[in-house]
């Protein structure tokens, strides 16, 4: 018997792909903060605040691999390294700034939900995600 919904699993592998990249808050917090345009490495991880270097050096690679992000080292003592959005990742801004707007307005009202379900199942503190703080930030 055939399931009733098939999925195609090239357009599932292409969304998670795509979702595993832009979906997490480092990524989200450093592209719509090179949007504006280059920024050395530095200067993004001030404007990004919280993210380690690793992290920031990390995020910066992937983006870098998946074609959002271009990555300019000059030849100068210290080295200085820049970074600017590419035509793709220009293109990502529109909706990763859209969720990131939504997140803002919406993280209380989420965290909310939350405690009202936890609270309602006695789920309290047993949830998949402990974020209802960072939702409040």
Not at 6 to 18: F, I, K, N, Y
Request: net charge positive; hydrophobic share 35%; with cysteine.
């Amino acid at each position: 018997m055939k399931p009733r919904h098939q999925h195609l699993s090239e357009d599932c592998r292409a969304v998670s792909g795509v979702l595993n990249r832009v979906g997490d808050k480092w990524t989200v917090l450093v592209v719509t903060k090179l949007g504006p345009g280059r920024m050395r490495f530095s200067e993004l991880r001030g404007a990004v605040g919280g993210i380690s270097q690793k992290m920031l050096t990390a995020t910066l690679r992937g983006l870098e691999r998946d074609g959002f992000v271009v990555r300019e080292q000059f030849p100068t003592i210290p080295p200085r390294v820049e970074y600017e959005l590419t035509d793709l990742g220009r293109e990502l801004l529109e909706p990763v700034t859209a969720l990131a707007e939504w997140a803002r307005r919406n993280g209380e009202r989420v965290a909310r939900a939350r405690e009202r379900f936890d609270k309602a199942t006695g789920n309290v503190g047993k949830g998949d995600w402990d974020e209802a703080e960072e939702l409040r930030l």
